[in-house]
């Protein structure tokens, strides 16, 4: 959800810092991805006063305007706008200033110059070379009485800051300016109304007049043929509007939050579902064939198009609005291009509907067709907040495109509800929380978030009518977890308080991940958790029937993907130096017929600096294979108890008894920036079996016999293959340790063979081994390995080579 700062700084009366904004709404459950300066390019820009206009002398289609810029001399500009007038204030960049929409689109330095033979000596700008707008055919005026040479920015409220909130599927009421507004009035404990409409003129807007399923608004009658689909259906009628583009405070609100302004009446629709999460919708009464409105099933064989101009195939399940002839949009996805508003509408009719949030997300899937409206339709907007929605649509269109209300909006609501109501008790919020709060504090909390409270202190609970715009709020437990939230988590007292030591264990596999995320801290990863949906990822990946979102389609398989996409983000935002890993679940189909295979699993990601850069010249170095190889190692050994690290081609891997790969390290591809360092990772499956105890042993009492043997490997003998038969064969208690201590492979070889030289360490627990005990061992284990794996000792029959 884009987010406007100054839209709330309108809501809130007060002007906000977007560092302070953020980690308010970080802390309630919001957190903000980005924050994104609007305008700040238009620092070097002032107001400029027009004092005189006249012909270029050497070209018809330029003139030549003296501008004020606030200094002691007066300024010649030449211009070629043909709506440059003397007395008006415009923008101007002066010499040196840099523009940022010039010649193609690119930033533009402003130079004196000589045009057709005239000094010029800065610009005067259109709202396309400020950013503003696409008008380039005439200069923009400005707005404001502000003294010449005053910054434009101080002048004209330009700047801003869209913040990118992470809104939870579970909180639609936070796809609203006004509903962002609510929680950081919470946070400040301070009053929030909705903004003032420049240009308004006050009219009192009637209530509406509620109905069943059938009803007339300005002479169009409108019926809901399918109450399951639509519970309720606001409309209203503006006659004798003017629509034409909007004025320049509603054109930067939406394009504040990435929308682009088409003309005033739709930008009043849409201007009201930034604000109030209400979809709206227009329609040209004019065009209403039969001129009446219907909602109702779509039929086998309907089509229609969209306002993209793209002919649509309907099925009967989908929910459709028609007319007299025909379906003229899809409800609650897009309107039909057939009645839109165009600049020849004069009589309006505005929709404002609630539409069932599983009917409108199984049309958007069938059409493949996802908007803003839909979006918020799915999620389930506020049922008993339409006529409020309806109301600010009415008093925008109004004071942008004129005309006048045929009469009160119509309320159409087959079956009238309330919102539900909570029972909570005080006593099971200070048990869950651990805090007791005064019953004023909780009364004060539920309030903020627009709750009616009724407090039965006789009964022990507070009865709350929960607002129609938290659809999340369900249970008593729901209402903790608020109270909770706004009371600060960081407010609750971090002491150990007393408690029931429990005598059932934990599960394994959590005592596995445990100890691998305690690893993983301390070689200084931090850990993330990130969604467990995603792209695509090979033909065993798990379809979604219902995603959230067409990028986001299938269930992961892997964790790396995931945090390969969270080490681009670090980048995108210039951190070289990233260590994360994540322990979640990763997914597989199954068998025909049986669930989807689910796996624990850990995966980590290094890149950059081994430790941070420092003025004595440490930090230089960066991560590489063999700091990967170590991280992985030690991760395996306590995800997998007894796994052996093997070599592949280019990575290192783990695989379990059936010879499946449970774990695999190497180096990663990635979108990265030509400055960034290697990316390393690796990904474990996590081994839910039993762990045994550990069991102390006694530092040893008697000294260790160490011999090395240098032996040659034919090719596709491995190492582990080896290890296998000396601890088979030297087994009991002499043979204590085996530890690989090289590998060659070169010149002075036989053709197919490397020699791998490995240290045997050799004790008894109660006495000291005699060199014969020892010489024996080692005689038996050169013949073991001779007869089964065909490998001799390498100083036998070979010269000795350099190494």
Known sequence: MNVSLRWLEAFLRRSLESQDVSERLAMLGAPVDAVEPLHADLGDLVVGLVEEVRPHPNADRLRI???NDGGAERRNVVCGAPNV?????????PVGATVPHGKGGAPMKIERAKLRGEVSEGMLCSARELGLGQEHDGILELETDAAPGTRLLDAVPLDDHRLVVDVGPNRPDLLGHKGVARELSASYRSPFRLPSVPSATGTDIPPSRRVATMGEVGGVPVTIEDPEGCPRFHAAVIRGARVGPSPAWLRRR???VGVRSISNVVDATNYVMFELNQPMHAYDVATLRDGSLVVRRAREGERVVTLDHVERQLTPGMVAIGDGEGVIGVAGVMGGASTEVTLASRDILLEGAYWDPGSIRRTRRTLGLSTEA??????GIDRWGGAEAMRRCVEIVLATAGGELAEPPLDLWPAPSNPPRIFLRPARTAQVLGVELPWHVIEQYLVAIGATVVAKPEDGRMAVDVPGWRPDLVEEIDLVEEIARLHGYENFPSDLRRFRVGSLPDASSERAAAAVRRALVEQGHFEVSTLPMGPPDGETSVRLLNPLSAADGYLRRRLLPGLVRLVEANWANQVADVRLFEIGSAFELGAPGERPREERR???????????????GTGDAHFDLWD??????AAAALAIPGAAVQVERNSWVVRDSQGRTVGEAAPLAADAPPWAAPLFGFELVLDPSPRSAPRFRPLPSTPSSQRVLALLLPQGTTAGQVEAVLRRVGGGVLLERIDVESDYRGAGLPPGMRSVAFRLTFRAPNRTLRDAEVDGAETRLLAALEAELGIQR??????????
Do not use: I, M, N, Q
């Open 65 to 67: 305007c003296t501008v």
């Open 85 to 93: 007038t003397a007395g008006r204030r415009y923008p101007y960049a």
């Open 254 to 256: 939406l394009e504040a």
């Open 374 to 379: 839909s979006y918020r339709f799915e999620r």
């Open 602 to 616: 850990v995966a980590a990601v290094l890149t950059g600096r081994r430790e941070p850069e420092h003025w004595s």
């Open 628 to 633: 990967l190889k170590g991280r992985f190692e």
């Open 794 to 803: 390498r100083d036998v029959g070979t010269p000795p080579t350099g190494e």
